[in-house]
C-alpha cells in the first residue's frame, strides 16, 4: 500500500532533516498548503473579527528569512515559524540604524484569488534604499518570491473580500555586529505579515490634519526619500502631540522655507483645486509612495492634470479638497487642516469627491474587480 503524504507534512520533513531549529515550510509546501492545514497553533486565529481589524500586528503562522553574509549574496531564504528573531546587541541596525522596510497587501478576490499590488516596486524602492543606507539587497525576483510565499504560507489570515488586507511587512536590517560606524557585515532579509483594515481609528471617515512647523521630517540631502527606519520614530513626538490634540496626523514642511508642504507621517499627500490635482515632487525629501504613483497614473487616465511640483501650505489651506495616499491607509480623504491656530474645511461628503473615484478605481483594480490594464495585480493563488 502507497502512503500519500500531504506536501505540508513533506516540506516539515524536508527541513528538519536539513536540521532547522525552527518549524520550517519549503516554498513548494507553502503553494500547496490548504486553508485548513494551516495549524491553529494560537487563540489569536480563532477570535479574529474580520469586522474590526484595524491596524495592529498579529501573531500569523510563517515568517521569511534570508541571511546574506560576506560573500555579498543572500541565501535561498526559506518560512519560518512566525517568532523573534534573535540578534547581536551589536548589530548594525540596532547600534547604527541600518534598516529599511517596505509595506504591501495581499488581498483575497471575490473570485477567491490571492492578489497582490505591484510587489516589484517595493523590491525596486529597497534596492534604491539600500544603495542608499550602505547595505547589500535581495534581487527584485528573490525580494518578489519571498513575498509570494510569505502571503501563501499566511493565507488563512487574509481578510475575506472586502474586510482588509494581509499587510505584508519585508525588512532589510544590518545584523552583523560592527562598533566602529561602518556598513555592517551580514544583512537580514525578513518577511512578515499580519490582517489589516483601516490604518486610521477614524476608519474611513474624514482625517484631520496638523500641519507642523517646528518639527521636520527631513532635510534635502538627508534619508527622507527612501523607507529607512529611521525616518519614522522622529515623527513620533509632532505626531503623538497632534493625536492628544485629536488630529488624526501630521503634514510637514520643508525645513528649508517652511513653507512647502512635503508629506504626511504615514503617507503621501495631494490636494485638488477645480481640475488640478497637486502633489509635492519627490526630491530626496518625500518617500516615492508606490500608491502616489499609481494614483497619479489613474488620475491622468481619468482625465485629471496633475501637477508634480513645490506646493506652499497656503495653497493647501485654499484647496476644494485634500486627500492622502499610501499602501496602508490607500486613499483617505481629509475634512480639515488646521495651521498655526487656523482651521480650514474641505469637501467630504460631495459624491463627486476626486479622491473617492481615484480611490474605487485603485481598490477596484487591487480587487480584480475593475481590469487591470497596467499590469499591477500579480495572482499568486
Ligand atoms: C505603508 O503605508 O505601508 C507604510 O509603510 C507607512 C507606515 C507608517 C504604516
Redesign the pocket.
Known amino acids: 500500500m502507497m502512503i500519500r503524504q500531504s506536501p505540508l507534512f513533506l516540506g516539515l520533513i524536508q527541513t528538519s532533516l536539513s536540521k532547522v531549529s525552527a518549524r520550517c515550510l519549503t516554498a513548494e509546501a507553502a503553494y500547496a498548503l490548504r486553508e485548513d492545514e494551516a495549524m491553529p497553533r494560537h487563540e489569536e486565529y480563532a477570535n479574529i473579527d474580520w469586522n474590526n481589524l484595524g491596524f495592529s500586528p498579529r501573531r500569523t503562522d510563517y515568517m521569511y528569512k534570508s541571511t546574506c553574509a560576506s560573500n555579498n549574496t543572500f541565501d535561498q531564504g526559506q518560512l519560518i515559524d512566525y517568532g523573534n528573531v534573535e540578534l547581536s546587541p551589536a548589530a548594525g541596525v540596532l547600534n547604527y540604524g541600518q534598516g529599511l522596510?517596505e509595506?504591501t497587501k495581499a488581498v483575497r478576490g471575490e473570485d477567491g484569488r490571492i492578489l497582490l499590488f505591484r510587489p516589484d516596486q517595493n523590491a525596486i524602492r529597497m534596492q534604491i534604499g539600500a544603495e542608499r543606507m550602505c547595505m547589500q539587497s535581495p534581487s527584485v525576483k528573490q525580494f518578489v518570491d519571498a513575498v509570494k510565499q510569505t502571503a501563501i504560507a499566511n493565507k488563512r489570515w487574509i481578510p475575506p473580500p472586502g474586510k482588509g488586507s494581509l499587510y505584508i511587512r519585508p525588512l532589510l536590517i544590518g545584523t552583523g555586529p560592527i562598533l566602529g560606524l561602518s556598513p555592517a557585515h551580514e544583512y537580514t532579509f525578513l518577511v512578515y505579515a499580519s490582517p489589516v483594515g483601516n490604518?486610521f481609528k477614524e476608519g474611513t471617515a474624514s482625517l484631520n490634519l496638523y500641519v507642523n512647523n517646528d518639527f521636520h521630517r527631513t532635510t534635502r540631502g538627508g534619508a527622507g526619500g527612501v523607507?529607512s527606519i529611521t525616518n519614522?520614530a522622529p515623527v513620533l513626538k509632532p505626531l503623538l502631540r497632534a493625536k492628544e490634540q485629536g488630529f488624526s496626523d501630521v503634514v510637514f514642511l520643508d525645513s528649508v522655507h517652511k513653507k512647502y508642504i512635503e508629506e504626511v507621517?504615514?503617507?503621501n499627500i495631494f490636494l485638488v483645486k477645480g481640475d488640478v490635482i497637486s502633489t509635492p515632487s519627490t526630491v530626496g525629501t518625500i518617500l516615492e509612495g508606490i500608491t502616489r504613483k499609481s494614483i497619479i497614473d489613474i488620475a491622468h487616465d481619468l482625465g485629471y492634470k496633475v501637477e508634480e511640483r513645490l506646493v506652499t501650505v497656503d495653497e493647501l489651506m485654499e484647496a476644494d479638497e485634500v486627500f492622502t495616499t499610501?499602501?496602508?491607509?490607500t486613499v483617505a480623504n481629509v475634512g480639515s487642516i488646521t495651521y498655526n491656530g487656523q482651521r480650514v474645511e474641505y469637501k467630504t461628503s460631495d459624491c463627486g469627491l476626486v479622491s473617492q473615484k481615484l480611490f474605487k478605481r485603485l481598490v477596484g483594480i487591487q480587487s480584480g474587480k475593475i481590469e487591470d490594464k497596467y499590469n499591477w495585480v500579480v495572482a499568486i493563488h
Do not use: L, R
Request: proline share 0%.
Open positions: 522596510f509595506g490604518y523607507k519614522y507621517s504615514s503617507c499610501g499602501t496602508a491607509v
